[in-house]
């Protein structure tokens, strides 16, 4: 049997989102054929304004309807540590363990050489300008524990202290000695941040170390 045109077209859509197969793309679309249509309106405008209504943060890349995100805007926070994560889940999942009151740097992924993902790919390089001025003194590296975000997370270490002063005559672009963590304990191997939940978040900031 030949399925309507607008049926296929949205099966097809929904199976090119991530962990959507064929099977579930097709229960979502014929659970959508039985929702009011004002329902489906406000579905429809809602992934209208997904990109139009939002915004890439200048500073630290996270999403946001601002630029300055709220969190770079926030002076009360503390300005002095930089937390780098994946993704801006992470940051939602960090927000809500309420163990950190810092900075953050978005890198949106991590280095994948089969997925063709590398530092270029990624917000890495953006990183170094915010060193520069002295005032940070901590960048804890909030990678997820997996083979992506460690090899990620080694490779921000090197970029890292590649731009530090190994000497007073060092010819460093970065004018203090910067410390280097990476959070540890708490968080099992191969789990993501943003299924992480508060106390395990909360452990992981503490037991945070040297890098």
Same mark, same amino acid.
């Given at each position: 049997m030949k399925i309507a045109r607008g049926i296929q077209r949205l099966v097809e859509a929904f199976e090119r989102l991530p962990g959507i197969g064929p099977k579930t793309a097709q229960r979502l679309t014929y659970y959508l054929l039985h929702v009011p249509q004002n329902q489906l309106d406000e579905f429809a405008t809602a992934v209208g304004d997904l990109k139009r209504k939002t915004k890439i943060c200048s500073v630290c890349?996270?999403?946001?309807e601002t630029d300055p995100c709220p969190i770079c805007a926030d002076q009360s926070?503390? &300005?002095s540590i930089i937390c780098v994560v994946e993704q801006p889940l992470d940051i939602l999942a960090i927000e809500?363990?309420?163990?950190?009151?810092g900075l953050y740097h978005v890198l949106h992924g991590s280095i994948s050489p089969l997925d063709n993902i590398g530092p270029e790919q990624l917000h890495m390089y953006d990183l170094l300008p915010r060193l520069k001025d002295g005032i940070i003194t901590e960048i804890i590296i909030a990678t997820n524990p997996t083979?992506?975000?460690?090899a990620t997370a080694m490779f921000m &270490?090197?970029?890292i202290n590649n731009q530090q002063p190994a000497s007073p005559a060092g010819g460093s672009t970065i004018n203090n000695k910067i410390r280097i963590t990476r959070?540890?304990?708490g968080l099992p191997t191969g789990a993501d941040l943003e299924y992480a939940d508060e106390t395990t978040?909360?452990?992981a900031f503490e037991?945070?170390?040297e890098y």
């Open positions: 890349f996270n999403v946001a926070r503390d &300005q809500k363990s309420g163990a950190y009151k083979m992506e975000g460690e &270490q090197k970029l959070i540890g304990r978040l909360t452990k037991g945070r170390r």
